[in-house]
C-alpha cells in the first residue's frame, strides 16, 4: 500500500474509531486492534493491549461528555463495572499464556467481530425514546426495578454479572471494549433509554478496558508514542461522535455499520486461517 495512503488511513480511521463511540456507544473499539495491526503495522498482542488504554481513555472522555447531556446512569454503571473489570483482568491473563498465541487471539477477535455485526444488524432495540428529553415519566433506574422484587433483584444482578464477566473476558483476551454487548444489556435488563445506556457504557467500557491494560503492562512491547496519536484523533472523533449523537439516525447507523464489521470478520478470519 502507498505511504501516502497509510499516512492518510493513520489519520481518519483512529477518527472514526471515537465517532463510533460517540454514537453508538460501541463498535469502534472493534477495529482499533485491526488498524494498530496492519495499518500502524504492530505485533497482534501488542496491539491489543495498546487498544485497550486507547478505549480506555477515549471513552472515559466519552463519558465525561455524554455526562454533559444527562446520559449516564453511574447506579446501572456500578452494576455492570465491577465484574467487567475482574473479567478483563482475568482476559489479560489468559492471553499471556503460551498456548495462546497471536494467530489464536485474531481468530478469536475475529469471531468477535462477526457476532457484533449480527447484533448490531438484527438485534431491535425496545420502543424507548431517541432523544434527550423524552425519558419516560416513571422511575427506570434499576434501582428502583430492582428494589420492587427481591426475586427479580438477584435474577437481574446475576445476569449483569454473567454478561460483565464475558464482556470482561473478551475484552482483556482480544481487545474489544464490548459496548455491543453492554448497550443492548442496559437497554433490555436495566431498562434504560437507548441515549443513557450508550453513554452508561462508555462508562463501564473505561474501567473494562484500563483493567485490561493494567493486565498487559510490563508483558508486551507498547509504542505510547503511536498511542498517544491514536488517543488524540480518537478523542476528536467521540468529540464530534457525542455532538451529533441525538440527530443522527442510530439504528440506520448501526446497521451500516454491522454490515462493514460482518466484512471486516469475515477478512480476518480468512487472513488468519490462510496463514
Given at each position: 500500500?502507498?505511504?501516502?495512503?497509510?499516512?492518510?488511513?493513520?489519520?481518519?480511521?483512529?477518527?472514526?474509531?471515537?465517532?463510533?463511540?460517540?454514537l453508538?456507544?460501541?463498535?469502534?473499539?472493534?477495529?482499533?486492534?485491526?488498524?494498530?495491526i496492519?495499518?500502524?503495522?504492530?505485533?497482534p498482542?501488542?496491539?491489543?493491549?495498546?487498544?485497550?488504554?486507547i478505549?480506555?481513555?477515549?471513552?472515559?472522555?466519552?463519558?465525561?461528555s455524554?455526562?454533559?447531556?444527562?446520559?449516564?446512569?453511574?447506579?446501572?454503571?456500578?452494576?455492570?463495572?465491577?465484574?467487567?473489570?475482574?473479567?478483563?483482568?482475568?482476559?489479560?491473563?489468559?492471553?499471556?499464556?503460551?498456548?495462546?498465541?497471536?494467530?489464536?487471539?485474531?481468530?478469536?477477535?475475529?469471531?468477535?467481530?462477526?457476532?457484533?455485526?449480527?447484533?448490531?444488524?438484527?438485534?431491535?432495540?425496545?420502543?424507548?425514546?431517541?432523544?434527550?428529553?423524552?425519558?419516560?415519566?416513571?422511575?427506570?433506574?434499576?434501582?428502583?426495578?430492582?428494589s420492587?422484587?427481591?426475586?427479580?433483584?438477584?435474577?437481574?444482578?446475576?445476569?449483569?454479572?454473567?454478561?460483565?464477566?464475558?464482556?470482561?473476558?473478551?475484552?482483556?483476551?482480544?481487545?474489544?471494549?464490548g459496548?455491543?454487548?453492554?448497550?443492548?444489556?442496559?437497554?433490555?435488563?436495566?431498562?434504560?433509554?437507548?441515549?443513557?445506556?450508550?453513554?452508561?457504557?462508555?462508562?463501564?467500557?473505561?474501567?473494562?478496558?484500563?483493567?485490561?491494560?493494567?493486565?498487559?503492562?510490563?508483558?508486551v512491547?507498547?509504542?505510547?508514542?503511536?498511542?498517544?496519536?491514536?488517543?488524540?484523533?480518537?478523542?476528536?472523533?467521540?468529540?464530534?461522535?457525542v455532538?451529533f449523537?441525538?440527530?443522527?439516525?442510530r439504528?440506520?447507523?448501526?446497521?451500516?455499520?454491522?454490515?462493514?464489521?460482518?466484512?471486516?470478520?469475515?477478512?480476518?478470519?480468512?487472513?488468519?486461517?490462510?496463514?
Amino acid at each position: 500500500m502507498d505511504s501516502y495512503l497509510i499516512e492518510i488511513f493513520q489519520i481518519i480511521l483512529p477518527l472514526i474509531v471515537g465517532i463510533s463511540l460517540g454514537l453508538i456507544g460501541g463498535g469502534g473499539t472493534v477495529i482499533a486492534v485491526p488498524i494498530l495491526i496492519y495499518i500502524f503495522h504492530e505485533d497482534p498482542k501488542s496491539a491489543i493491549a495498546m487498544s485497550l488504554g486507547i478505549v480506555s481513555v477515549v471513552s472515559l472522555l466519552g463519558s465525561y461528555s455524554h455526562w454533559k447531556k444527562g446520559n449516564v446512569r453511574l447506579e446501572n454503571a456500578a452494576f455492570f463495572t465491577p465484574f467487567a473489570m475482574l473479567g478483563a483482568f482475568i482476559g489479560a491473563k489468559i492471553a499471556h499464556l503460551e498456548s495462546i498465541t497471536g494467530n489464536i487471539q485474531m481468530l478469536i477477535f475475529g469471531t468477535t467481530v462477526l457476532a457484533s455485526s449480527f447484533l448490531m444488524v438484527f438485534k431491535k432495540s425496545p420502543d424507548f425514546p431517541e432523544s434527550i428529553g423524552e425519558s419516560p415519566k416513571e422511575d427506570i433506574s434499576i434501582n428502583n426495578f430492582l428494589s420492587q422484587n427481591i426475586n427479580i433483584q438477584w435474577k437481574t444482578i446475576l445476569i449483569l454479572a454473567v454478561q460483565g464477566i464475558f464482556v470482561g473476558i473478551l475484552t482483556g483476551l482480544v481487545g474489544v471494549g464490548g459496548g455491543f454487548l453492554i448497550v443492548p444489556a442496559l437497554v433490555f435488563v436495566g431498562k434504560l433509554p437507548i441515549r443513557e445506556a450508550i453513554g452508561t457504557s462508555l462508562v463501564i467500557i473505561f474501567f473494562n478496558s484500563l483493567s485490561g491494560f493494567i493486565g498487559y503492562l510490563g508483558k508486551v512491547p507498547i509504542n505510547w508514542l503511536i498511542m498517544l496519536q491514536f488517543v488524540a484523533l480518537s478523542t476528536a472523533g467521540v468529540i464530534l461522535g457525542v455532538k451529533f449523537a441525538d440527530r443522527v439516525p442510530r439504528k440506520f447507523l448501526q446497521k451500516i455499520f454491522g454490515v462493514f464489521l460482518f466484512g471486516m470478520g469475515i477478512w480476518l478470519i480468512y487472513s488468519q486461517i490462510s496463514h
